[in-house]
């Protein structure tokens, strides 16, 4: 299986039942075909840079998530069909990097970073 994080922009007038639903769906989607959720961060909302869908704020999700790329195109289909769905984007990680911190994330000292 193979690392990735998925970028979900969710209408930001949604209540917490309604993003909470999304997850969930993300993840039985994911799970449903062999794969596993790492993470879930939740960014909040946001202010876009500009306008999109008539709309200057959104609502973020970070998921990491271990699967097979069947199940991300299963993924990406859903979300695009998703009404509460804004934007979405999927991204492979490195090997290498799958579950070493994020950036901006404390950790050991760089000495620490270096020897790994």
């Known amino acids: 299986m193979r690392p990735y994080e998925v970028m979900?922009?969710?209408?930001?007038?949604?209540?917490?039942d309604a993003i909470r639903?999304?997850?969930?769906r993300a993840t039985e989607v994911i799970r449903s075909r062999?794969?596993?959720?790492?993470?879930?961060?939740?960014?909040?909302k946001r202010r876009f840079a500009?306008?999109?869908?008539?709309r200057w704020e959104g609502y973020y999700l970070?998921?990491?998530i271990t699967a097979e790329?069947?199940?991300l195109t299963e993924l990406a289909r859903v979300l695009s069909l998703t009404?509460?769905?804004?934007r979405h984007k999927v991204i492979r990680l490195p090997d290498r990097v799958a579950g070493l911190a994020r950036?901006?994330?404390?950790?050991?000292?760089?000495?620490e970073a270096e020897a790994s």
């Open 62 to 64: 970070l998921l990491e």
């Open 50 to 54: 500009y306008e999109l869908d008539h």
């Open 8 to 16: 979900i922009i969710l209408d930001a007038s949604l209540e917490e």
């Open 69 to 71: 790329p069947p199940a």
């Open 103 to 111: 950036p901006g994330a404390r950790s050991g000292t760089g000495a």
């Open 34 to 44: 062999g794969g596993n959720l790492n993470r879930v961060d939740r960014w909040g």
């Open 83 to 86: 009404d509460e769905v804004l």
């Open 21 to 24: 639903a999304v997850i969930d």
